[in-house]
């Protein structure tokens, strides 16, 4: 830890060595440790939500999904909580890009040798687009998030200027600032750029130029509540993440009756059977008299793609508990 005085109103504090971006706790100013600048945009979402409303809703989330037992909702015991204020780089991110490439399409053969049997080959189409997007990308500014954070889109909609007293009154933690504003919008930039490419690999299969233009027009540091709990039901624990501002379910672990488990692990074994047999038939006919076009390769994916519906069944079945993330 390292002494540090308020340029603002002189109190002092401690701050952690890695720390990039400060916070005052008596006045609320936000300074950058690198240059010394003031932070102007830096906002808070005021907590909404306590425990009692958060297992609430965690726990009515919990419900609708399959195979949760009925008695978790008068049986599930919060066994700890931790409120944390993670903080949040919102960097708007505008971006205009014309690409072009190549598209493989498929051109038939005009004659056929025999009635069952069909020829195919690839043409290379030159294709060209534009895209033009804008985004809002979060990029966590504290030191160990969790990994549910990482990507979490936060809901700004009602966010007020930071005042410590909002995260005090509340009994909450903040985290250290380790990601300064530069960083933010450096990473900002690349997911905005491995967007742009995956934009233009849905319209063609290999890019060969794209000629971008990226343009930052504002960006602001945010904290968000997000309750940490920790909760029991029969004799297992569980996590959950609920954004405390929202009301969100981030992330929550659950329990999984085990005639769910019994019929998740059928439904793999059936998935394995029926789509590895006709993948199966597939492949062979293919190539008994396909000339290994059509058939075979659909049978390949076909096959493959049961295979993995299988897994994920085994996995569901065979795990103690599910982990979900609430859809965007």
Request: proline share 5%.
């Amino acid at each position: 830890m390292n002494e540090y005085k308020c340029p603002h109103c002189d109190g002092p504090f401690k701050i952690p060595s890695i720390s990039s971006t400060v916070v005052c706790p008596y006045c609320s100013t936000t300074v950058q440790l690198k240059t010394g600048e003031v932070l102007k945009e830096h906002y808070i979402m005021r907590l909404q939500y306590g425990v009692d409303e958060i297992k609430e809703r965690m726990l009515s989330w919990a419900l609708k999904q399959l195979g949760v037992p009925k008695a978790l909702e008068n049986k599930a015991e919060i066994k700890e909580s931790r409120l944390v204020f993670w903080p949040f780089w919102v960097v708007e991110v505008e971006a205009v890009a014309d690409y072009s490439g190549i598209q493989k399409k498929p051109r038939f053969g005009e004659s056929i040798e025999k009635i069952h049997s069909l020829r195919s080959n690839w043409v290379r189409v030159p294709e060209e687009g534009h895209i033009d997007i804008e985004r809002d990308i979060c990029v966590p500014a504290g030191n160990g998030v969790p990994k549910h954070l990482e990507h979490y889109k936060v809901p700004t909609r009602r966010k007020e200027f930071f005042q410590h007293d909002l995260v005090t009154d509340v009994s909450g933690e903040m985290q250290p600032i380790i990601i300064g504003r530069s960083e933010a919008i450096t990473q900002a930039r690349k997911e905005m750029e491995d967007l742009l490419e995956e934009e233009a690999k849905e319209e063609i299969d290999k890019i060969t130029e794209m000629d971008s233009e990226l343009k930052v027009p504002a960006v602001f540091l945010i904290h968000v509540p997000v309750w940490h709990i920790t909760y029991s039901y029969s004799v297992r624990t569980y996590e959950a993440l609920i954004d405390g501002a929202s009301g969100r379910v981030i992330y929550l672990e659950y329990p999984r009756k085990l005639a769910f488990r019994a019929m998740t692990l059928f439904g793999g074994l059936l998935h394995l059977v029926v789509g590895g047999g006709i993948g199966l038939l597939l492949v062979y006919l293919g190539i008994a008299y396909f000339n290994m076009v059509f058939p075979t390769t659909f049978g390949l994916v076909f096959g493959l793609g049961m295979l993995a519906f299988s897994l994920r069944f085994f996995r569901t079945a065979m795990s103690l508990r599910a982990g979900e993330e609430m859809p965007e």
